[in-house]
């Protein structure tokens, strides 16, 4: 594909639910960042991978949290027990070691 | 602790006028400073970016000024249209690629026909 690929776009889940979103990154972009879109704010910072390692989590906001990429491509992230202030855009961007970070059109998440 | 600030929140220009949308940053380790556009159900689009090497940057109807000692950025957009209408957003980094954006809280924009 040409760009930045997430599903589902949209997810509805009971409190308390376990929830997996998808990224599939621009093919060869060795960078793969999660953000968090909160309903008329900016995008804030989950967690960044380089290739298949992890390099910074220091966004994910609790334990519940919890990002992988295990073969340096598509991403997951999961957040386990869903609580209603985890309702946000969660975004994947992509991008090459030194290029432009590209988005993709996010996974819209509320918990109910 | 909001490391870019943006205003201003709202802004309604008339088709043809001058949109312009201001940040202000503090780390003085950034040295890349990007314009986002974001439409309703879709990721950010990278607009227009600056470096702190030079003052202004121009592409198309859109404008970057940038103000090291001020540590202030400002997006112009002239002759303003309708399908600009958009929330737009400031971030900065330092450089690009491997290091962590950090965003304003976004301008919506509307531009009335």
């Known amino acids: 594909g040409a760009g930045v690929s997430q599903s589902p776009r949209y997810k509805v889940a009971k409190r308390g639910q376990d929830v997996a979103l998808r990224c599939d990154p621009i093919s060869g972009h060795v960078s793969l960042f999660w953000y968090q879109q909160a309903l008329g704010q900016g995008p804030e910072f989950l967690t960044y991978f380089q290739n298949e390692a992890q390099l910074d989590k220091s966004g994910l906001p609790s334990d519940r949290f919890f990002a992988e990429r295990p073969e340096g491509s598509v991403s997951t992230l999961k957040i386990q027990r869903t609580q209603q202030e985890d309702s946000a855009v969660y975004l994947c961007?992509?991008?090459?070691?030194?290029?432009?970070?590209?988005f993709g059109p996010g996974t819209r998440l509320t918990v109910t | 602790q909001q490391q870019v600030k943006q205003s201003p929140q709202s802004l309604i220009v008339q088709k043809g006028g001058i949109s312009i949308i201001n940040c202000a940053y503090e780390?003085?380790?950034?040295?890349?400073f990007p314009w986002y556009q974001q439409f309703p159900g879709k990721g950010p689009a990278l607009l227009i970016a600056?470096?702190?090497?030079?003052s202004e940057k121009k592409e198309g109807r859109f404008t970057i000024s940038f103000n090291k000692s001020a540590k202030q950025f400002s997006l112009h957009i002239m002759d303003s249209q309708p399908g600009d209408s958009a929330t737009y957003f400031c971030?900065?980094?330092?450089?690009?690629?491997?290091?962590?954006?950090?965003f304003g809280t976004g301008t919506r924009l509307t531009v009335i026909p």
């Open positions: 961007a992509s991008s090459s070691r030194t290029g432009e970070k590209y």
């Open positions: 971030a900065a980094s330092k450089e690009t690629g491997a290091n962590n954006l950090f």
């Open positions: 600056i470096r702190p090497d030079v």
């Open positions: 780390n003085t380790a950034f040295d890349y």
